[in-house]
């Protein structure tokens, strides 16, 4: 497959646009299109008064055509915006030259002028572009040299698009990468369509935040004792964990690990953590008013598909509702007569490099149903007949053997999350070497690949430049991360396109929602397509999913986050009484 194969032609596009009542979370409101056919160079330009006359797109969308942009996923937008039929064809040159140049030191980034600048290309400068952008998020209305200057702008980029298409187009995987264009039409679907908020909770919250923070330290902290006014002191927290027994990581300089990612590791082991890592978070910067959430009370935000080295989406932590501290997802609840419902894969990594590595005792395992007891029994630490209940301690252990090979932990750290002495970790590490040698087998070879060879790929082509990452937990993780991105982006496909509404896509999991008398087949549908997501990426080994249903009038609330929400929101109802 190649170029000529699209005989109606390739179009190249791009759209200016901004959110509606420029208030950010809302859907975009298309101000021009700019489309210039490809290799001919004959360009046409629409202003926002030409697109609303508008039933279809100004140029063919069928089979037989191509439509290339620069990050997709905001023409599709626009598409929508318009009732425009999104086009059966789109190439990404955004997606294509981050799979092309991902792991490499790129001097000007990966945007459209970091690209450019990459292959050699003219382009402006960043400083008119930033400039050229303000004035459209101004929105309007503009004077006609205005719009004159806007359509000029926006024809730079095709132009652009033009130079860019014709360096890139010997190294582009066709099959593949018309592929990830399909995935940034269902990121634009499940963009516009975005998540319900709370938007009355939501208010609260922005107007009584300030005022009730020493009132949450002092709600918080009356159980750790480690807040001097609104400063933390390390000193305090080393105490608490001595009277607790709770085993904390340390710096070689000896002193804890005060790092956020540390606090959020040790709150999924030790529940009494959660709290207080909750209060930090939100207190180490927090911006409500970041959160992205529309007139209609969504949130709505970039996914930024494909910027996470792995594939993955990494969306603004900021805008995201599902980037800041958990507590904040109980801001999550669906419109009356509505509910949502959490889909994610039951032990995703785990099965992936069961699949990947054909290791039978581990694909066994993971088709038992709890992957974690049944190493305990493959390693003879439990008997055949042993469950849950009668052997959870062995099971515990080796759920978090499990997890320290998935982060690359090793045995200091494994022992002092199972608190125990290392020579127990070593123990379970080596056990698991033992009961899943094909794995370490396989593992130790895409290690080998990615040092010799300069590159790891994941199944549907997304590939890295391994030259510059040496680091041996990352290449050995890489196989199972990709390619759940990889999954993820089939399941996202099949669900748009079959009709469910996607919310968000949150790492292994999907959010979505429907109207409470089709919720529970919306349900079924989605568990079934994540289930064909999952043997199309494996070579048909399938993996299950697990589901966390939430009907109005309830809101979605993580457990880590559930002793903050309630003493803010109880702080919130003392303030609005007084």
Same mark, same amino acid.
């Given at each position: 497959?190649?170029?000529?194969?699209?005989?109606?032609?390739?179009?190249?596009?791009?759209?200016?646009?901004?959110?509606?009542?420029?208030?950010?979370?809302?859907?975009?409101?298309?101000?021009?299109?700019?489309?210039?056919?490809?290799?001919?160079?004959?360009?046409?330009?629409?202003?926002?008064?030409?697109?609303?006359?508008?039933?279809?797109?100004?140029?063919?969308?069928?089979?037989?055509?191509?439509?290339?942009?620069?990050?997709?996923?905001?023409?599709?937008?626009?598409?929508?915006?318009?009732?425009?039929?999104?086009?059966?064809?789109?190439?990404?040159?955004?997606?294509?030259?981050?799979?092309?140049?991902?792991?490499?030191?790129?001097?000007?980034?990966?945007?459209?002028?970091?690209?450019?600048?990459?292959?050699?290309?003219?382009?402006?400068?960043?400083?008119?572009?930033?400039?050229?952008?303000?004035?459209?998020?101004?929105?309007?209305?503009?004077?006609?040299?205005?719009?004159?200057?806007?359509?000029?702008?926006?024809?730079?980029?095709?132009?652009?698009?033009?130079?860019?298409?014709?360096?890139?187009?010997?190294?582009?995987?066709?099959?593949?990468?018309?592929?990830?264009?399909?995935?940034?039409?269902?990121?634009?679907?499940?963009?516009?369509?975005?998540?319900?908020?709370?938007?009355?909770?939501?208010?609260?919250?922005?107007?009584?935040?300030?005022?009730?923070?020493?009132?949450?330290?002092?709600?918080?902290?009356?159980?750790?004792?480690?807040?001097?006014?609104?400063?933390?002191?390390?000193?305090?927290?080393?105490?608490?964990?001595?009277?607790?027994?709770?085993?904390?990581?340390?710096?070689?300089?000896?002193?804890?690990?005060?790092?956020?990612?540390?606090?959020?590791?040790?709150?999924?082991?030790?529940?009494?953590?959660?709290?207080?890592?909750?209060?930090?978070?939100?207190?180490?910067?927090?911006?409500?008013?970041?959160?992205?959430?529309?007139?209609? +009370?969504?949130?709505?935000?970039?996914?930024?598909?494909?910027?996470?080295?792995?594939?993955?989406?990494?969306?603004?932590?900021?805008?995201?509702?599902?980037?800041?501290?958990?507590?904040?997802?109980?801001?999550?609840?669906?419109?009356?007569?509505?509910?949502?419902?959490?889909?994610?894969?039951?032990?995703?990594?785990?099965?992936?490099?069961?699949?990947?590595?054909?290791?039978?005792?581990?694909?066994?395992?993971?088709?038992?149903?709890?992957?974690?007891?049944?190493?305990?029994?493959?390693?003879?630490?439990?008997?055949?007949?042993?469950?849950?209940?009668?052997?959870?301690?062995?099971?515990?252990?080796?759920?978090?053997?499990?997890?320290?090979?998935?982060?690359?932990?090793?045995?200091?750290?494994?022992?002092?999350?199972?608190?125990?002495?290392?020579?127990?970790?070593?123990?379970?590490?080596?056990?698991?070497?033992?009961?899943?040698?094909?794995?370490?087998?396989?593992?130790?070879?895409?290690?080998?690949?990615?040092?010799?060879?300069?590159?790891?790929?994941?199944?549907?082509?997304?590939?890295?430049?391994?030259?510059?990452?040496?680091?041996?937990?990352?290449?050995?993780?890489?196989?199972?991360?990709?390619? +759940?991105?990889?999954?993820?982006?089939?399941?996202?496909?099949?669900?748009?396109? +079959?009709?469910?509404?996607?919310?968000?896509?949150?790492?292994?999991?999907?959010?979505?929602?429907?109207?409470?008398?089709?919720?529970?087949?919306?349900?079924?549908?989605?568990?079934?397509?994540?289930?064909?997501?999952?043997?199309?990426?494996?070579?048909?080994?399938?993996?299950?999913?697990?589901?966390?249903?939430?009907?109005?009038?309830?809101?979605?609330?993580?457990?880590?986050?559930?002793?903050?929400?309630?003493?803010?929101?109880?702080?919130?109802?003392?303030?609005?009484?007084?």
């Amino acid at each position: 497959m190649n170029a000529s194969d699209f005989t109606e032609g390739i179009y190249l596009m791009d759209f200016e646009f901004h959110p509606a009542r420029t208030r950010e979370g809302n859907p975009p409101v298309p101000v021009c299109i700019v489309v210039r056919e490809w290799p001919s160079g004959t360009t046409r330009r629409y202003w926002q008064a030409d697109l609303q006359q508008m039933s279809t797109a100004p140029f063919p969308t069928s089979g037989a055509a191509l439509c290339v942009a620069y990050y997709a996923s905001a023409e599709m937008d626009c598409f929508r915006v318009l009732g425009w039929d999104l086009p059966i064809n789109v190439l990404d040159l955004f997606a294509e030259f981050r799979c092309q140049t991902n792991g490499l030191r790129l001097a000007h980034g990966s945007g459209l002028l970091g690209a450019l600048m990459h292959y050699g290309l003219p382009s402006i400068g960043g400083e008119q572009k930033d400039a050229m952008r303000d004035l459209i998020l101004t929105g309007g209305p503009w004077s006609l040299a205005e719009q004159s200057k806007i359509l000029d702008y926006c024809e730079t980029d095709v132009v652009a698009l033009d130079n860019l298409l014709t360096a890139m187009q010997e190294q582009i995987d066709w099959p593949r990468a018309l592929l990830r264009g399909r995935y940034m039409k269902a990121v634009s679907r499940i963009q516009m369509n975005g998540t319900p908020i709370d938007a009355d909770t939501l208010e609260k919250l922005e107007k009584y935040w300030a005022a009730i923070q020493d009132r949450l330290i002092a709600a918080i902290d009356s159980d750790y004792g480690v807040y001097d006014g609104r400063t933390f002191k390390a000193s305090r927290w080393e105490d608490y964990l001595g009277t607790n027994n709770i085993p904390w990581p340390r710096l070689e300089s000896g002193r804890l690990d005060m790092r956020d990612d540390i606090f959020r590791e040790m709150a999924r082991t030790y529940v009494e953590v959660a709290p207080i890592r909750e209060l930090r978070s939100a207190l180490s910067g927090m911006r409500l008013n970041n959160l992205q959430v529309g007139d209609d +009370g969504r949130n709505r935000c970039l996914l930024s598909p494909f910027r996470a080295r792995t594939g993955r989406n990494q969306p603004s932590n900021s805008k995201f509702i599902f980037g800041p501290s958990v507590w904040l997802r109980g801001l999550i609840r669906p419109k009356p007569g509505w509910g949502v419902a959490s889909v994610d894969w039951s032990q995703q990594e785990f099965g992936i490099a069961a699949a990947l590595s054909a290791d039978p005792e581990m694909m066994a395992a993971y088709r038992s149903g709890d992957p974690y007891l049944a190493f305990a029994i493959q390693a003879g630490a439990a008997p055949k007949t042993a469950t849950r209940k009668t052997h959870e301690p062995e099971r515990e252990q080796f759920k978090a053997c499990v997890l320290a090979v998935q982060y690359g932990m090793g045995e200091a750290s494994l022992a002092a999350k199972i608190n125990q002495p290392v020579a127990r970790a070593r123990q379970l590490l080596a056990l698991h070497r033992h009961t899943y040698r094909k794995f370490w087998k396989w593992s130790d070879s895409a290690v080998d690949e990615a040092v010799l060879g300069g590159r790891l790929w994941a199944g549907f082509g997304w590939q890295i430049h391994t030259r510059d990452q040496l680091n041996d937990r990352s290449l050995r993780n890489f196989p199972m991360q990709a390619n +759940g991105a990889e999954m993820l982006r089939i399941a996202c496909i099949l669900l748009t396109e +079959g009709g469910i509404r996607v919310c968000a896509p949150v790492h292994d999991a999907l959010l979505i929602e429907a109207p409470l008398d089709e919720l529970d087949q919306a349900i079924a549908t989605t568990k079934s397509l994540m289930l064909e997501a999952s043997r199309i990426v494996l070579d048909g080994f399938e993996l299950g999913s697990d589901v966390k249903v939430v009907r109005y009038p309830d809101r979605y609330m993580d457990k880590r986050g559930v002793v903050m929400w309630d003493k803010v929101m109880g702080l919130i109802g003392e303030a609005e009484s007084t």
